[in-house]
């Protein structure tokens, strides 16, 4: 069954951008070559923070969106709440 990942990276200056894809490898190496999207041509690629999966793409796009809303102190909060846990 596909799966569908959304994540957090961190930009070259520090920026988080939220994304979605269906292969968090391939798209990783987007970023990396500075392609695949707008913000990361622009800002640069550093790190990838965080990512979920879902089984449906409705799913992962909704919270995509969620994630989008939030500010960056609440995304930070994430990112660093589920690295604590490892």
């Known amino acids: 069954m596909p799966r569908h990942?959304?994540?957090?990276?961190?930009?070259k200056n520090g920026k988080y951008y939220v994304g979605y894809t269906t292969d968090l490898k391939r798209r990783m190496d987007q970023h990396k070559k500075g392609k695949g999207s707008k913000f990361v041509r622009g800002f640069g690629f550093k790190k990838l923070l965080y990512h979920e999966s879902?089984?449906?793409?409705?799913k992962?796009?909704?919270?995509?969106?969620?994630?989008?809303?939030?500010?960056?102190?609440?995304?930070?909060?994430?990112?660093f709440k589920i690295k604590k846990q490892f």
């Open 5 to 11: 990942f959304v994540y957090i990276l961190e930009s």
């Open 54 to 58: 879902y089984q449906t793409k409705s």
């Open 60 to 79: 992962a796009l909704r919270r995509e969106a969620e994630l989008k809303r939030w500010p960056r102190a609440e995304k930070k909060i994430l990112v």
